[in-house]
């Protein structure tokens, strides 16, 4: 076997300098934050903190982890990120396959209507409304039904879906195989890379979400813990009440933000990895041709 020539191993030399750059410069603001978590007041205000927490204190974990409401919002936040994780893979993945099919009547159009919603929305007044109307106002529902399909997705799926071996599916219908059959046990099993791809894409927006929910949810106790994190950090300036936390909050306002990102990221931080190894497949498959 050839030893590689001298330009190959100069360019693996600067190519592994360039990443370990990238890594460094991404995972500096996280740890930043981290650190800020767990530091005292007065030294983050001075500027002292970088990569190791300075001062350390956790009184502005023990104030959050103490408030009852912190729970009950974080548990609704679990809810409603599986539950409308779960209505958005379906109906993107049922739209997405539909469209997958040349010989689909009208296919073009349902293409169109759904292109169409990514550059024109009705606009808030108009969403309030609907929701209103509909009787979804103050409910699951409201957070889960309109943003069941992102165009993005459903057009990574449907160019994956379109790329499949169409032998596959025509043997399954020999078979006996109806369509939702052919889905179900055919198609689904062999795109766990992009359904796992959707699946963390939809999972992490609604993780993240907190406007529909301050929008479309009258009741402290059903809101997300988006929206409970984003009134602590109000409440540490002097804006929204923050429940039961907000009497000590003059002694973490410094650390609040710092606290409130690292306990809204974590979990999807936890989950990433297990997911991570179909991220780029599933993207990449999907992406082939559109």
Not at 95 to 100: G, I, R, V
Not at 260 to 265: D, E, Y
Not at 274 to 283: A, I, L, M, N
Request: charged share 10%; aromatic share 12%; with cysteine.
């Amino acid at each position: 076997m050839s030893r590689p020539s001298r330009g190959y191993r100069v360019f693996q030399s600067a190519n592994a300098v360039v990443l370990t750059l990238v890594v460094a410069v991404t995972l500096y603001p996280f740890v930043n934050i981290v650190a800020r978590s767990f530091s005292g007041e007065r030294q983050i205000r001075a500027g002292k903190v970088s990569l190791w927490p300075e001062g350390f204190n956790l009184t502005t974990y023990k104030i959050v982890f103490k408030d009852s409401m912190f729970w009950r919002n974080y548990g609704n936040t679990v809810l409603y990120t599986v539950v409308s994780t779960a209505v958005a893979m379906i109906l993107t993945t049922c739209y997405a396959y539909a469209l997958s099919k040349r010989h689909l009547r009208g296919r073009t159009v349902l293409v169109g209507i759904a292109v169409f919603t990514m550059f024109f929305t009705g606009g808030l007044i108009p969403n309030y409304v609907l929701i209103t109307s509909l009787g979804l106002k103050n409910s699951i529902w409201a957070i889960a039904l309109p943003n069941a399909i992102s165009v993005f997705n459903l057009l990574v799926m449907k160019a994956f879906f379109e790329n499949m071996p169409s032998d596959l599916e025509e043997a399954a219908q020999i078979d006996g195989l109806s369509t939702y059959g052919i889905l179900l046990k055919v198609v689904l099993p062999l795109s766990k890379a992009v359904v796992a791809t959707m699946a963390l894409f939809y999972s992490v927006s609604f993780w993240n979400s907190w406007f529909s929910a301050l929008l479309y949810l009258d009741d402290a106790e059903r809101m997300p813990v988006t929206v409970y994190l984003r009134n602590l950090i109000l409440g540490s300036t002097g804006g929204t009440n923050a429940g039961a936390a907000t009497d000590q909050l003059s002694q973490v306002g410094a650390n609040i933000q710092a606290v409130a990102i690292l306990l809204t990221a974590l979990p999807v931080l936890c989950v990433y990895p297990f997911v991570q190894r179909y991220f780029v497949k599933g993207v990449m498959l999907g992406a082939v041709k559109g």
